[in-house]
């Protein structure tokens, strides 16, 4: 499956796309009533990542201990022999021998297995799209591009909104803001709301903990908003507060100080998202180590903290 998905994305990029969840009734990604289309595949990998199932382009399996009835069904019937049985009943998956045939998934009794990403074509994800689209309209809400990073599958993300705005229905985005500037530009065009993350100010602090220094980002911030504002959209700044990695009040400071810097902040709002440990489970579903184990969610005074001195700084905090 997974071949055949490169196969087929690479050759109708801007028609088909690997989505990995579509959430309909979503009223935190954007105004009103939304669906949100999650996008696989992100540049970025950042250690706190709470979908990291979004990280690869790829689809992948996922094995959710807690359902596994532990019946072997799905070692037995893998013709890969990509799945085993310890003498302690406990499941291996060989990620280097499974070809992601899904026949493990379709014989699971207990939906234990799932492969996180399936090319979707346009038109299907229009057609989930649509079934909300009174609501968008009584509610003022829309569809919201979220991922992973829908930047990584910017053609497939063009070609959706497109569509949207053909409907009339509201466009919202959420990103990463790591790509070229050219390709983002062309997606805001599209785009009635952009929400942008901002995580760390220094180059090699924000490589240590995503994988990627942050100029490219930076300036996407500082082109996006002057964009935004001319066209008379709405942006949002969106900062992840991770405990001991940018909680401090030396790095809100430095945030701040960027932003009254570079950007008009009086009329772009800034949002606080606090750590959390939702996503952690998903790192032992995809065999992966979690290194913030340990690491405990914010409280609601740590994040309230955290916005009374971006406010203090001059900040336009929601």
């Not at 280097?96 to 299907?124: D, M, Q, T, Y």
Request: hydrophobic share 40%; charged share 25%.
């Amino acid at each position: 499956m997974e071949g055949v998905a490169k196969k087929v994305v690479s050759e109708n990029r801007a028609k088909q796309g690997i989505i990995f969840d579509i959430q309909r009734a979503s009223i935190h990604d954007g105004p009103g009533i939304r669906t949100l289309v999650f996008f696989k595949g992100c540049p970025l990998k950042c250690i706190w990542c709470f979908n990291p199932e979004s990280q690869l382009k790829e689809p992948e399996l996922m094995y959710l201990e807690q359902k596994c009835l532990l019946c072997a069904k799905c070692a037995n019937i893998c013709p890969q022999q990509a799945i085993k049985f310890s003498k302690d009943n406990v499941i291996f998956i060989d990620r280097e021998l499974c070809n992601l045939c899904g026949l493990c998934v379709e014989s699971c009794l207990n939906s234990a297995l799932k492969i996180a990403g399936k090319v979707f074509s346009v038109g299907e994800v229009m057609e989930i799209i649509c079934r909300d689209i009174s609501f968008y309209r009584v509610s003022g809400g829309g569809i919201t591009l979220g991922g992973g990073e829908p930047l990584a599958q910017q053609e497939f993300a063009y070609s959706l909104l497109q569509e949207a705005n053909s409907k009339n229905i509201n466009t919202a985005l959420e990103t990463c803001g790591y790509a070229e500037w050219d390709k983002l530009l062309e997606i805001l065009q599209l785009t009635d709301y952009l929400m942008i993350d901002l995580k760390l100010l220094n180059p090699e602090e924000h490589k240590k903990v995503t994988g990627k220094e942050n100029k490219l980002l930076l300036n996407n911030i500082v082109k996006s908003a002057d964009y935004m504002l001319k066209n008379k959209k709405q942006m949002k700044i969106r900062i992840p507060l991770i405990p001991t990695i940018n909680d401090s009040k030396a790095h809100l400071q430095d945030i701040a100080d960027f932003l009254k810097e570079n950007i008009q902040v009086d009329k772009i709002l800034v949002e606080v998202l606090p750590y959390h440990t939702l996503g952690v489970q998903k790192y032992k579903q995809l065999s992966r180590k979690y290194s913030l184990n340990g690491l405990k969610p914010c409280k609601n005074e740590e994040k309230e903290k955290a916005e009374k001195l971006l406010m203090f700084y001059g900040l336009n905090v929601k």
